[in-house]
Nanobody, 120 residues
Framework: QVQLVESGGGLVQPGGSLRLSCAAS????????MGWYRQAPGKQRELVAS???????HYADSVKGRFTISRDNAKNTVYLQMNSLKPEDTAVYYC??????????????WGQGTQVTVSS
């Protein structure tokens, strides 16, 4: 089993910054893509940003130029640097990893979620 622990959420004023972290632990063999999703009240969960094992990134249009995803493969950790935050960024943020086991079984693991609130 693989566990994900997120940290870094909180309350920030519009225009401020936050950095989210998500560390994977447990029976880790190979982590493929890593990503961040968010879910606002009354809305569906949406992809915010993703990064492949080779470092290629993808961003939702709503966060391009403001958010940066990165990963540290030695630490099995993915980060999301969020700058110029807006009230509409308020949501619970979840990390997800695409993991392959030694036996070749591939599955997704999700973090528990961390609240980000952007408000004055």
């Amino acid at each position: 089993q693989v566990q994900l622990v997120e940290s870094g959420g909180g309350l920030v004023q519009p225009g401020g910054s936050l950095r989210l972290s998500c560390a994977a632990s447990g029976s880790i063999h190979n982590i493929n893509d890593m990503g961040w999703y968010r879910q606002a009240p009354g809305k569906q969960r949406e992809l915010v940003a993703s990064i492949t094992s080779s470092g290629s990134t993808h961003y939702a249009d709503s966060v391009k130029g403001r958010f940066t995803i990165s990963r540290d493969n030695a630490k099995n950790t993915v980060y999301l640097q969020m700058n110029s935050l807006k009230p509409e960024d308020t949501a619970v943020y979840y990390c997800k990893i695409d993991h392959s086991s030694i036996g070749g079984i591939r599955r997704d693991y999700w973090g528990q979620g961390t609240q980000v609130t952007v408000s004055s």
